[in-house]
């Protein structure tokens, strides 16, 4: 823990006090978002202080260039950026012509901000003495709409506290903005149209390279102690900015308020020239609602949202804050609505990384969409990869390989890799195997085997072709191997046989080969389609099985574990435990070149197939490659405690999997690694929901069914959790004494509760 201002909340993440060392922290974690655009919890007004301005359209992105010190062959040419969109709340605030600015102000009183997450709103409320003396209270409310994605909603309320006061409100838009990361400081926006009519305002702007046309908007006005004022505001334009100005005497005690409706229509949903005209259709429409019929639509939304994905937890309010917060943050990023969206790791909460899709998305995020959204959320996702299967075979072509092999980007906006790391660019190839893993488990969990008929098979094909490819022949081992990789522990590049990545190549290509046979004899139509178009042959597919079946595996016979890769066991092996707590995070004091002689695993890697492949091996099996590998993993990434916390509690070593858990879950809000003022771990968010409902309420599909082994940690009295398997809703509630299931839907089902048939019937709660 770095961090601990954050006041637990069972449904709030609250500050109080202002504090100018967290401004950036807390831009980050308040921010709110609604699936289409999303905002950091910037000030509307002015702030000389130290902050980072974000404002974010899901789909926009610049294709920086790659910036490398020597250019190898196959290296992507660009560095997809998320950008930094033009801004639109934007209020400066004048008392007595004095601007309103925390950072220069004499006096800061009474500061507080809240992220209801039950409604999804963010308020702050502070008071202030300005350095001309006035005094003035401020309360803030801002939302970004859910039913009418494209918009977003601003109540700023001022109430001079000591004398009457002029107070000079300019709400504006700003297309001049840059982005935090850039590798060339290049200019990503160009504006080519500014208007202002009456209480209106509209920049239209487009990217460069990208051509992502974008109409910024903005629609004002005023009420004074509740009664709407009609004064028209005078307007300035500058070359990248439009402002509207209201002024109004202000006695002490009333309360002026400012309403601004403001968002972006783009032209990756409306014709380029019509962007202006669907601006102004949506304006209409919110400004008609309301401000305040807008709002309680909002709640309803998030009501709607929260009856499926809510996990309750009774006893533990940081616990419970936690698993809350995660889930916010996923729904504020990814609602299913857009197959050509993703999930980005920072969301709509910072620019780090780049891209919007890494391998996150399959192997921690879709589980979360599957079990608490309508399966066709997860479809969409899985349609998203299929879209860019033209481009994942590009990108292999470029590295050599031929005849429809696929290797799908590390990091993409569209299908092309633009991560420029060579590590990871071309030898984190572990990335394929994560993608058709999360096709088999798509399909287990509910039933849809239409992807496999549709879309799958053929992205299958692609990775068994690429996998087939990549192994060669080891004359000397007589098994196949694959060199020059870096598995998920990234503290370890350029290694051979990495286990994960070996098990997982040969296990896509042994599914790839059963699906093959089950489409054969079962749906010879769509059979003699795929074949027709990939051009798979009887002769290749058994090469694939050839490979699959000689595949090299290192293991160490005195330890009993499979080796993470070749060599392992030639490093100096010191436990973290023995690591001095001053050179940690090692990757922000120590050289790479000491880190990868090292034995610290940045996040789970052979774990990481026990994750995923946990029915293959005995519980004996995990406890020693837990107990062997677990004592090296420093937990640098995001994505690391999740998957030891769902294992540690498989293992029934619940203090250790409780650990985890709030590690994961608190890891923004206690800013374990050092880093939330550049954005939130949203990806990682979906293996917090994991940790509770896969770790300590067991659950998995096991023949065909829902199976669960219900644990429950000490510092707990309960918890509860919904998922919806295959349109069946059950509920879930865990005491130490007794779990409750609840079934809602039309048909009587049999789950498995500890390994026993338990059938639930609609409506009926059933007690174990």
Same mark, same amino acid.
Request: charged letters at 25%.
């Given at each position: 823990?770095?961090?601990?201002?954050?006041?637990?909340?069972g449904w709030s993440i609250i500050e109080e006090g202002f504090d100018a060392n967290r401004v950036k922290s807390s831009e980050s974690i308040f921010s709110i978002g609604n699936g289409a655009m999303g905002q950091r919890a910037n000030f509307e007004e002015t702030y000389s202080g130290n902050t980072f301005q974000g404002s974010y359209i899901a789909g926009v992105y610049y294709p920086d260039k790659t910036r490398v010190g020597w250019w190898k062959n196959g290296y992507p040419e660009y560095f997809a950026k998320v950008l930094n969109a033009p801004n639109w709340i934007g209020i400066d605030i004048y008392i007595e012509g004095q601007l309103l600015d925390l950072n220069t102000c004499s006096q800061?009183?009474?500061?507080?901000?809240?992220?209801?997450?039950?409604?999804? =709103?963010?308020?702050?409320?502070?008071?202030? =003495?300005?350095?001309?003396?006035?005094? *003035?209270?401020?309360?803030?409310?801002?939302?970004?709409?859910?039913?009418?994605?494209?918009?977003?909603?601003?109540?700023?309320?001022?109430?001079?506290?000591?004398?009457?006061?002029?107070?000079?409100?300019?709400?504006?838009?700003?297309?001049?903005?840059?982005?935090?990361?850039?590798?060339?400081?290049?200019?990503?926006?160009?504006?080519?149209?500014?208007?202002?009519?009456?209480?209106?305002?509209?920049?239209?702007?487009?990217?460069?390279?990208?051509?992502?046309?974008?109409?910024?908007?903005?629609?004002?006005?005023?009420?004074?102690?509740?009664?709407?004022?009609?004064?028209?505001?005078?307007?300035?334009?500058?070359?990248?900015?439009?402002?509207?100005?209201?002024?109004?005497?202000?006695?002490?005690?009333?309360?002026?308020?400012?309403?601004?409706?403001?968002?972006?229509?783009?032209?990756?949903?409306?014709?380029?020239?019509?962007?202006?005209?669907?601006?102004?259709?949506?304006?209409?429409?919110?400004?008609?609602?309301?401000?305040?019929?807008?709002?309680?639509?909002?709640?309803?939304?998030?009501?709607?949202?929260?009856?499926?994905?809510?996990?309750?937890?009774?006893?533990? @309010?940081?616990? #419970?804050?936690?698993?809350?917060?995660?889930?916010? #943050?996923?729904?504020?990023?990814?609602?299913?609505?857009?197959?050509?969206?993703?999930?980005?790791?920072?969301?709509?909460?910072?620019?780090?990384?780049?891209?919007?899709?890494?391998?996150?998305?399959?192997?921690?995020?879709?589980?979360?969409?599957?079990?608490?959204?309508?399966?066709?959320?997860?479809?969409?996702?899985?349609?998203?990869?299929?879209?860019?299967?033209?481009?994942?075979?590009?990108?292999?072509?470029?590295?050599?390989?031929?005849?429809?092999?696929?290797?799908?980007?590390?990091?993409?906006?569209?299908?092309?890799?633009?991560?420029?790391?060579?590590?990871?660019?071309?030898?984190?190839?572990?990335?394929?195997?994560?993608?058709?893993? %999360?096709?088999?488990?798509?399909?287990?969990?509910?039933?849809?085997?239409?992807?496999?008929?549709?879309?799958?098979?053929?992205?299958? *094909?692609?990775?068994?072709?690429?996998?087939?490819?990549?192994?060669?022949?080891?004359?000397?081992?007589?098994?196949?191997?694959?060199?020059?990789?870096?598995?998920?522990?990234?503290?370890?590049?350029?290694?051979?046989?990495?286990?994960?990545?070996?098990?997982?190549?040969?296990?896509?290509?042994?599914?790839?080969?059963?699906?093959?046979?089950?489409?054969?004899?079962?749906?010879?139509?769509?059979?003699?389609?795929?074949?027709?178009?990939?051009?798979?042959?009887?002769?290749?597919?058994?090469?694939?099985?050839?490979?699959?079946?000689?595949?090299?595996?290192?293991?160490?016979?005195?330890?009993?574990?499979?080796? #993470?890769?070749?060599?392992?066991?030639?490093?100096?092996?010191?436990?973290?435990?023995?690591?001095?707590?001053?050179?940690?995070?090692?990757?922000?004091?120590?050289?790479?070149?000491?880190?990868?002689? /090292?034995?610290? *695993?940045?996040? %789970?890697?052979?774990?990481?197939?026990?994750?995923?492949?946990?029915?293959?091996? /005995?519980?004996?099996?995990?406890?020693?490659?837990?107990?062997?590998?677990?004592?090296?993993?420093?937990?640098? /990434?995001?994505?690391?405690?999740? @998957?030891?916390?769902? #294992?540690?509690?498989?293992?029934?070593?619940?203090?250790?999997?409780?650990?985890?858990?709030?590690?994961?879950?608190?890891?923004?809000?206690?800013?374990?690694?050092?880093?939330?003022?550049?954005?939130?771990?949203?990806?990682?968010?979906?293996?917090?929901?994991?940790?509770?409902?896969?770790?300590?309420?067991?659950?998995? @599909?096991?023949?065909?069914?829902?199976?669960?082994?219900?644990?429950?940690?000490?510092?707990?009295?309960?918890? /509860?959790?919904?998922?919806?398997?295959?349109?069946?809703?059950?509920?879930?509630?865990?005491?130490?004494?007794?779990?409750?299931?609840?079934?809602?839907?039309?048909?009587?089902?049999? *789950?498995?509760?500890?390994?026993?048939?338990?059938?639930?019937?609609?409506?009926?709660a059933v007690e174990i």
């Open positions: 823990m770095n961090q601990d201002y954050i006041i637990p909340d800061v009183v009474e500061f507080r901000r809240e992220l209801h997450m039950k409604e999804g =709103v963010y308020t702050r409320n502070f008071k202030a =003495v300005m350095a001309n003396s006035a005094e *003035i209270e401020v309360k803030v409310t801002r939302f970004l709409s859910l039913e009418f994605d494209e918009v977003g909603a601003i109540k700023y309320e001022v109430t001079p506290l000591n004398s009457k006061r002029e107070i000079t409100f300019q709400p504006y838009l700003d297309s001049g903005i840059t982005n935090e990361d850039s590798n060339w400081d290049d200019k990503f926006w160009n504006t080519t149209r500014i208007v202002s009519e009456g209480s209106q305002a509209f920049i239209e702007s487009h990217t460069l390279k990208t051509n992502f046309s974008v109409c910024t908007f903005m629609h004002c006005h005023l009420d004074l102690n509740g009664v709407k004022l009609n004064n028209l505001p005078s307007a300035t334009k500058e070359e990248q900015r439009v402002g509207h100005q209201y002024i109004t005497q202000v006695e002490p005690g009333e309360t002026l308020s400012l309403y601004k409706f403001g968002g972006y229509t783009v032209s990756r949903n409306h014709a380029e020239d019509d962007l202006m005209h669907a601006a102004k259709k949506v304006l209409a429409q919110v400004t008609e609602l309301g401000f305040d019929a807008l709002l309680e639509k909002q709640k309803k939304a998030w009501a709607e949202i929260w009856e499926m994905s809510d996990i309750s937890i009774d006893g533990d @309010v940081k616990a #419970q804050q936690g698993i809350r917060f995660n889930i916010f #943050q996923l729904n504020q990023t990814y609602l299913g609505k857009d197959s050509r969206l993703n999930i980005g790791p920072k969301g709509f909460t910072g620019e780090k990384y780049g891209g919007s899709t890494y391998w996150d998305t399959e192997a921690y995020c879709i589980p979360f969409y599957m079990a608490t959204k309508d399966q066709k959320v997860a479809r969409n996702l899985l349609k998203y990869r299929y879209n860019h299967l033209e481009k994942a075979i590009e990108n292999a072509q470029k590295l050599g390989f031929t005849k429809g092999a696929a290797l799908y980007p590390m990091v993409t906006m569209n299908g092309e890799e633009c991560h420029n790391e060579w590590e990871i660019t071309f030898e984190e190839i572990h990335r394929n195997g994560a993608i058709a893993f %999360a096709i088999f488990n798509y399909c287990r969990f509910t039933g849809d085997y239409s992807y496999i008929l549709e879309m799958g098979l053929e992205v299958l *094909i692609g990775i068994a072709r690429f996998w087939q490819q990549r192994a060669n022949f080891s004359e000397q081992k007589n098994k196949y191997v694959i060199l020059g990789v870096t598995g998920p522990n990234e503290y370890e590049n350029n290694v051979n046989n990495n286990w994960y990545t070996n098990y997982l190549a040969k296990w896509c290509i042994t599914y790839t080969i059963e699906q093959l046979q089950k489409v054969k004899e079962g749906f010879p139509e769509d059979y003699k389609r795929v074949i027709g178009k990939t051009e798979v042959t009887d002769t290749e597919v058994r090469q694939w099985g050839k490979v699959a079946d000689q595949m090299y595996f290192p293991y160490a016979k005195e330890q009993g574990v499979f080796l #993470q890769q070749d060599g392992f066991l030639d490093k100096e092996l010191i436990t973290v435990e023995n690591l001095p707590k001053a050179q940690r995070p090692i990757n922000q004091k120590w050289s790479w070149d000491r880190i990868l002689r /090292s034995p610290y *695993i940045k996040q %789970a890697d052979v774990l990481q197939g026990f994750y995923f492949f946990e029915d293959h091996f /005995s519980l004996e099996d995990l406890k020693n490659h837990f107990d062997f590998y677990e004592p090296f993993t420093v937990h640098e /990434s995001s994505l690391s405690p999740c @998957v030891h916390s769902i #294992q540690a509690a498989k293992l029934n070593q619940m203090e250790q999997a409780y650990t985890f858990y709030l590690r994961t879950s608190r890891l923004d809000l206690d800013d374990y690694n050092k880093e939330v003022e550049e954005g939130l771990h949203i990806t990682s968010m979906a293996g917090t929901w994991m940790s509770i409902v896969e770790g300590f309420g067991g659950m998995r @599909v096991v023949e065909d069914t829902l199976s669960f082994t219900p644990r429950i940690p000490l510092q707990w009295k309960g918890y /509860s959790f919904k998922v919806n398997f295959r349109d069946q809703i059950v509920k879930v509630s865990v005491t130490a004494q007794k779990t409750l299931f609840l079934l809602t839907g039309k048909n009587a089902i049999t *789950i498995q509760v500890n390994g026993s048939p338990v059938q639930l019937r609609p409506n009926t």
